[in-house]
């Protein structure tokens, strides 16, 4: 019986993990990073190496997609977050023909993740040699190389993404983790007090701290129903912070994924619903808290939900934890940019 009780516990942290976001130290010494080592460059004009593209969805995220998705009248571009996290993988990129990562790509992120926009857009994901977790704590060491070489394939994604596939259409911005950071640093290229801003209906960018002063003309949103800026988050079970500085979310943008306004607290029937692994929704799950730069949330209310009293930080859990609440902020956005166009 224990034995059954601990294989349903690790089955439950590891498909909860979307990301892993930690600061475990490596057992070995890592070689420095070497351009000429790297991974082959992806060619975006392949619908290969798109992990989802309209034409291109697998069907357990079909399952939560508009079944008309050529009358959808909006774009979402989708960067995952970081699933290369095994301290004993050496790599400090992947590359995107790695098998074991497209599945977490396609089975975790973009299922967890990037469904929650599907009714509202069609839905753009590559495949991008993504920098190992390691690389955040490494960045005069190889970290820095290792972000600058995955983020140059997220844009000359997203450059093919505008050329070829675009033509005018809305967009909506989504990351998290780092996801999250490189989707800023697209935002800051191509729409910050540029002409693509006025495409830009709302950037989701929750995993990272994000300042309110990041942008010069893109502004965090703070209406349910404002367009043209961007929200973000942390998640913390509630009573708890980062092991980290506490620069690493002091004075971040905290958006409430809830009611997308001021409250700094809420009720557990104003919860719409969490995704689950089991694909399953929750409504009325969580309650969650407002502080300094994170979201407190209570434990949420779920199948083998003991389990996950062990965890106090959330991260993984940054957009499926209000799964539903973001699908639907994300339609009424979109209702609100188009009529004021």
């Keep these: 019986m224990k034995k059954h009780l601990?294989?349903?516990?690790?089955?439950?942290?590891?498909?909860?993990?979307?990301?892993?976001f930690s600061n475990c130290r490596t057992t070995f010494k890592t070689q420095a990073f070497r351009f000429e080592l790297q991974p082959k460059a992806p060619n975006y004009n392949e619908e290969s190496n798109w992990a989802v593209l309209p034409t291109k969805y697998?069907?357990?995220f079909r399952a939560f997609a508009s079944q008309q998705i050529d009358t959808l009248q909006a774009d979402v571009f989708y960067v995952y977050p970081t699933l290369i996290t095994n301290k004993k993988d050496d790599r400090w990129n992947v590359p995107i023909l790695d098998e074991e990562q497209q599945e977490k790509v396609l089975g975790k992120a973009v299922l967890m993740q990037a469904s929650a926009f599907a009714t509202v857009g069609k839905v753009y994901v590559p495949f991008y040699r993504q920098a190992h977790i390691r690389s955040y704590r490494m960045m005069d060491t190889g970290g820095r190389e290792a972000?600058?070489?995955?983020y140059s394939d997220v844009k000359k994604a997203f450059e093919v993404y505008l050329?070829?596939?675009n033509q005018g259409r809305p967009i909506f911005m989504v990351g998290h983790s780092q996801g999250t950071t490189h989707t800023l640093q697209l935002l800051k290229e191509f729409f910050d007090a540029k002409p693509l801003?006025?495409?830009?209906?709302?950037?989701?960018?929750?995993?990272?701290?994000?300042?309110p002063d990041g942008f010069k003309t893109i502004k965090p949103m703070n209406t349910p129903e404002e367009t043209g800026g961007f929200v973000s988050w942390n998640t913390f079970k509630k009573g708890h912070y980062p092991k980290k500085d506490k620069r690493w979310y002091n004075g971040s943008v905290t958006t409430n994924p809830i009611?997308?306004?001021?409250?700094?607290?809420?009720?557990?029937?104003?919860?719409?619903g969490f995704l689950y692994t089991n694909k399953k929704i929750y409504d009325k799950a969580l309650k969650i808290e407002v502080t300094n730069g994170l979201i407190w949330s209570t434990n949420p209310k779920f199948p083998l939900r003991f389990f996950m009293s062990f965890l106090k930080n959330y991260h993984a859990g940054d957009i499926n934890l209000f799964w539903l609440d973001i699908r639907?902020?994300?339609?009424?956005?979109?209702?609100?940019?188009?009529e004021n166009r």
Excluded: M, S
């Excluded at 601990?6 to 892993?20: E, G, Q």
């Excluded at 972000?147 to 995955?150: G, I, P, R, V």
């Excluded at 801003?197 to 300042?211: D, E, N, S, W």
């Excluded at 639907?328 to 188009?338: H, M, P, Q, S, V």
């Design 197 to 211: 801003q006025k495409q830009l209906v709302a950037a989701y960018i929750p995993g990272i701290r994000v300042k």
């Design 163 to 165: 050329k070829k596939y």
């Design 328 to 338: 639907d902020n994300a339609g009424l956005r979109l209702k609100t940019y188009l």
């Design 6 to 20: 601990f294989n349903i516990y690790k089955a439950t942290i590891v498909l909860l993990a979307v990301v892993v």
């Design 147 to 150: 972000q600058d070489l995955a």
């Design 58 to 60: 697998r069907e357990d």
């Design 259 to 272: 009611t997308w306004d001021g409250a700094q607290k809420t009720a557990l029937n104003q919860h719409k």
